[in-house]
Structures are given as structure tokens and as C-alpha cells.
């Protein structure tokens, strides 16, 4: 009777070390990636394409669905935004990161007159969309609008202004620079598609360089202008990050962090067999 529970025992144990441990490596085999990371797709064929929002190019990358939410915000109304998750595409080509963003509005705001003198409507605003950057990859600035300390590069999009550029040293400070960034956008069946592509050097102060071979953070802003969301009145994404650092599959700490995680799951077992068998 000792000897067959003994056997079942161990039969269970060793069942329940294969399973735990299937589920400890599992996700590191088929490639799992922290929750925050926005991959990045090596394109060095799809050339200009890339700046068409809907090319067919971008089937080629990945989409990371990113919740958003109203930003912490002393504007009126702040809480009152409309855009709950935005898709992010993103992909390298002949030295040049383009990054595509799609959301779901069902009306097209643009504001525009037909008339590029004119004065935009009264009270009426247009939709846009927004990419926040560290200008130096290796700070870690506020994700709201950063810092004096810590600024941060933002790329703009609108449909009445089309691109612009600016950097922010805190709330309130976003200052126009010169643009940099080229921008494209397209609605189609109650979406924006919205691209912007820039080269990964730059030589200018306060801009992003994506060249250091290190992550940068990033973070995402749209306003829906039918919902009169404008200036602090948007929705947000936290930090993400792009993946440019050293290793193919991700920082060195991600393998250590599965390794450490398999050997405790082996511990426990074998201590488990062991106060069984004593039992």
C-alpha cells in the first residue's frame, strides 16, 4: 500500500512539475512580449509606401490595440473624451521609423472651409491625433508633456493643420519647431488612418534619435473634434515603448526573469515529492 501510494504520489508530482513548468516557458517560446511594448517591423522593401495610411505594406506589421483614457487634465470638460483605444502600427525602412495609427470615429472633422484663408467654424474643432517622445531615449519624463527637466518630442497631426512638430517642457508649454515629421492621413469607413515618418538620425537639439540602440518610450493622444475634445480635453495612452535595444527577444532580463520563474516551479515541486513521500 506504502509503496503504490508512493508511486502515485510521485506519478502526480511529476505531472503537475511538467505543467507548471509548460506554463513557466511557454510564453517565452512562442515569442510573448511585456504588455507595453509596440513592435517594430523591419520593412527595407516597402520604401515610400510606408507614408500611405492605408499601403499595403502596413498588412505586413503587427497592431498593438492601446487603451486610452481622458488625460489627468484642469481643462474643461477633461473627463469628457470619446476615443477608448487607438491601433498602433510601426516599421523601419532606408534609415526612416513610420508609425501608423488607427481609431474609430464615426463622423470627419476637419474644420476646413475650403478656403485655406478663411476662418475656421465657430466652436467647432477638428480631429487629431498625437505621438509623445523623450527627446533624450534614456530619460524617463512625466506622461504629462513631460518636464523643464525632462522635455518631450511630440509629433501632431489635425485635420485642419495637418502635421506639426513640437517639444513641451511640462502642461501648457508646447512650443512649434521646425517640422521634421511628415504626416498623412485618410478616412475611410469611420476611421482615421493616420501615418507619420521620420528619419531615425537626427542632428537637431530636443529631438528624439532612435539610432543609440536603446528602448524609447512612447505615448499616444487623439481628440475626436465632433465631441469638442481639444487642447488638455483628450484621450491617453500610458508609456509604451518601442523595442530598440540590444537582443532580438527583448532586454536580457526578460530570459533571466523566465529562468528564475522555472527554477522556483522545479523547487517547489521536488520539496512538495520530498514532504509527501515523508508523510
Known amino acids: 500500500m506504502t509503496a503504490g501510494r508512493d508511486r502515485r504520489s510521485v506519478a502526480t508530482a511529476l505531472a503537475a512539475l511538467v505543467l507548471l513548468t509548460a506554463a513557466a516557458v511557454a510564453p517565452a517560446l512562442v515569442g510573448a512580449r511585456p504588455a507595453n511594448e509596440v ?60 508609425v501608423r495609427l488607427r481609431w474609430a470615429d464615426p463622423t470627419r472633422d476637419t474644420n476646413f472651409t475650403g478656403n485655406q484663408s478663411a476662418t475656421p467654424h465657430v466652436n467647432s474643432f477638428g480631429d487629431a491625433a498625437a505621438i509623445q ?43 512649434m519647431v521646425n517640422q521634421q515629421v511628415s504626416t498623412s492621413a485618410t478616412y475611410r469607413d469611420g476611421h482615421w488612418y493616420v501615418t507619420f515618418v521620420r528619419n531615425e538620425s537626427i542632428q537637431t537639439a530636443n529631438r528624439t534619435d532612435f539610432t543609440a540602440n536603446e528602448d524609447v518610450q512612447v505615448a499616444f493622444a487623439v481628440w475626436n473634434g465632433s465631441n469638442a475634445e481639444r487642447a488638455g480635453q483628450k484621450a491617453v495612452s500610458e508609456w509604451q515603448y518601442f523595442p530598440f ?4 527577444q527583448g532586454p536580457p532580463y526578460e530570459a533571466i526573469l523566465w529562468a528564475v520563474a522555472g527554477l522556483a516551479l522545479v523547487v517547489v515541486i521536488v520539496a512538495t515529492v520530498i514532504g509527501i513521500r515523508r508523510t
Open 245 to 248: 535595444g540590444p537582443g532580438p
Open 133 to 175: 517622445l523623450p527627446t533624450n531615449a534614456s530619460a524617463n519624463p512625466g506622461i504629462a508633456m513631460g518636464s523643464a527637466q525632462t522635455p518631450v518630442n511630440v509629433w501632431y497631426w489635425s485635420g485642419p493643420t495637418a502635421g506639426q512638430e513640437l517639444i513641451a517642457g511640462g502642461p501648457g508649454t508646447s512650443t
Open 39 to 98: 513592435p517594430v517591423t523591419d520593412l527595407p522593401e516597402a520604401g515610400d509606401s510606408l507614408s500611405n495610411p492605408t499601403a499595403d505594406a502596413w498588412g505586413q506589421t503587427p497592431a498593438k490595440e492601446i487603451a486610452l483614457a481622458s488625460a489627468p487634465s484642469s481643462a474643461p470638460n477633461a473627463n469628457d473624451t470619446s476615443i477608448e483605444a487607438v491601433s498602433v502600427r510601426a516599421a523601419r525602412t532606408d534609415g526612416r521609423l513610420a
